[in-house]
């Protein structure tokens, strides 16, 4: 089965801070792996994904992600922070099990301070 | 705007009642995925269907059921509710068979008083 796990609950940063979300997984065979970003009130965005080639992969709004594989890892960074930010982030994967069904962490919750 | 469409927008009801949740996905070839988003569970996965069919089963009480129609949109039904049944409820379509990113609608949010 997949899971995956995201670090921090709640994370408090002041406006051009940089951002560093973790996130691991656990699946044992291919995996597409994705951020997804809630504003309050809203429905959830694509901010970037991850299916193959350079590990490094850039989204909307300026973040990006790096995937280590041997770390079954895919944290989200962003090198400075706006109030506009502050919002929940979800990392999810999927990986093919008869469904693309996605397996989302327990959520990050971005507080940026004016 | 992702395209997806969920009515109603807020629901307020009563233990022990009933409710239909509705989503239209795009047009096409879609998969249509139903999420849970609670505060105790996080988002999970609930069920999804494909051509009028169930193709994936996922923590869905046996309380709920869903079913999805000839024009594609899909209804997600929930039954005996209780307390902890309130939350945020997602849909979100995907083409069938592909991996790419899932359109999320604004979703539902049902409250059991």
């Known amino acids: 089965a997949q899971s995956v796990s995201q670090h921090n609950h709640h994370v408090i940063l002041s406006e051009a801070a940089s951002l560093e979300l973790g996130c691991n997984y656990s699946?044992?065979?291919?995996?597409?792996l994705f951020w997804y970003v809630q504003y309050p009130g809203q429905h959830l965005q694509l901010l970037l994904k991850?299916?193959?080639?350079?590990?490094l992969v850039k989204g909307i709004k300026g973040f990006e992600a790096e995937f280590i594989k041997s770390k079954f890892s895919f944290n989200l960074r962003k090198p400075s922070v706006q109030w506009s930010d502050t919002a929940e982030y979800f990392c999810?994967?999927?990986?093919?099990?008869?469904?693309?069904?996605?397996?989302f962490g327990k959520g990050t919750k971005l507080s940026v301070i004016p | 705007d992702s395209g997806v469409t969920q009515t109603p927008k807020h629901l307020i009801t009563a233990t022990g009642q009933r409710v239909t949740l509705r989503c239209s996905p795009r047009?096409?070839?879609?998969?249509v995925y139903w999420y849970q988003q609670s505060l105790d569970q996080g988002l999970q996965f609930l069920i999804q269907?494909?051509?009028?069919?169930?193709?994936a089963k996922g923590n869905i009480l046996e309380r709920f059921s869903a079913q999805q129609f000839p024009d594609l949109h899909s209804e997600l039904n929930l039954s005996s509710l209780e307390l902890g049944d309130s939350a945020l409820y997602f849909c979100?379509?995907?083409?069938?068979?592909?991996?790419?990113?899932?359109?999320f609608g604004d979703g539902t949010r049902l409250s059991i008083l």
């Open positions: 999810a994967v999927n990986g093919y099990a008869g469904s693309y069904q996605l397996t």
């Open positions: 699946y044992g065979g291919t995996v597409n």
């Open positions: 991850y299916f193959s080639g350079d590990p």
């Open positions: 047009s096409g070839d879609l998969s």
């Open positions: 269907y494909y051509n009028g069919e169930e193709r």
């Open positions: 979100a379509d995907l083409r069938h068979d592909s991996n790419q990113p899932q359109h």
